[in-house]
């Protein structure tokens, strides 16, 4: 069944970015799924992705209508309100298709619709800058899907693949995103957080020095940690994630920077938070991730604190 009708449920960097390239090729066929309150913001003072304005197609919850495609682009802490927010536009054959960073999303989602029309997938390589509701840009990245872990080509991977053929979206199709997904978390553990306390933007890491030592010191705790998960990761990640963060604008800043700057709630729960609970329980020491976590927590807390 050819994928015709798309629900997207979260306009941050990656809800735009996708949403407007899809947005291009089937029109009003894309639907953004989001509160009346979301959509007079949208409405009044526009979307934008690259200093174009988004021609995008709002519902709220109560007027959304089946969907072929789900894709959320929320962040972790509002993916179970997402949940029930698109349950009106989940039919039979619907799939599903998460952006959002960390390793648990896909357990949420199948818990809630079950793993039949789950698509295992993660976005990598793109440097966006986010204010407001407008987005740019240098690299839009590509998304990276498959099965969970079963090397066997399946009808819904190659619904996805030919949808996205048709609009024009880059991607990659992985069938162990099983461990796609841990290496990508093990890139975020590094990148996000040590940009986040000791740099302003990629170009912090992208050259030899403390900063660049320290991600790769973060990244390295993820390897044993996620082989006590069932997981191989191994130093060949480490490799290629540094050659996607040196291919990357020195300008552009991962989400979590953003969210600092911002003096938004951070993921650091999902990152260093993760990587040290798993430590602890396994018995291997994170010391550079309770170090990373430490540091951007005292960080939110002075910004909490002069807020009030």
Request: aromatic share 8%.
């Amino acid at each position: 069944m050819k994928i015709k009708k798309v629900a997207i449920i979260g306009l941050g960097a990656l809800g735009i970015l996708f949403g407007a390239r899809i947005a291009q090729q089937i029109g009003d066929d894309l639907t953004i799924i989001a509160d009346q309150k979301r959509i007079n913001n949208y409405q009044k003072n526009g979307v934008f992705c690259n200093g174009i304005p988004c021609r995008f197609h709002y519902k709220t919850p109560e007027q959304a209508e089946k969907a072929d495609l789900i894709i959320f682009a929320v962040k972790i802490n509002g993916l179970r309100d997402a949940i029930e927010v698109v349950r009106p536009c989940v039919g039979p054959d619907t799939l599903m298709l998460s952006l959002l960073n960390g390793i648990t999303s896909e357990a949420i989602i199948g818990e809630a619709f079950g793993e039949e029309n789950l698509i295992w997938s993660c976005a990598q390589g793109m440097d966006t800058l986010k204010s407001g509701n407008a987005l740019t840009y240098t690299n839009a990245g590509m998304i990276c899907f498959g099965n969970r872990a079963d090397d066997q080509p399946t009808e819904k991977i190659m619904r996805v693949q030919e949808f996205f053929d048709r609009v024009g979206i880059a991607y990659q199709i992985d069938n162990r995103m099983d461990r796609k997904i841990w290496s990508k978390f093990m890139l975020n553990v590094g990148v996000n957080q040590v940009v986040s306390v000791y740099g302003q933007n990629f170009g912090s890491v992208k050259k030899s020095g403390k900063a660049r030592d320290l991600m790769i010191a973060a990244m390295a705790e993820v390897i044993p940690v996620a082989k006590q998960e069932g997981v191989a990761l191994d130093e060949a990640d480490i490799t290629y994630w540094l050659g996607v963060v040196d291919a990357l604008s020195d300008t552009g800043k991962p989400s979590m920077r953003q969210d600092v700057e911002a003096k938004r709630p951070s993921e650091v729960a999902i990152f260093s938070g993760t990587v040290v609970a798993l430590g602890q329980k396994h018995g291997i020491k994170t010391p550079v991730n309770a170090m990373l976590y430490d540091k951007i927590m005292a960080i939110e807390k002075d910004y909490h604190q002069f807020s009030k």
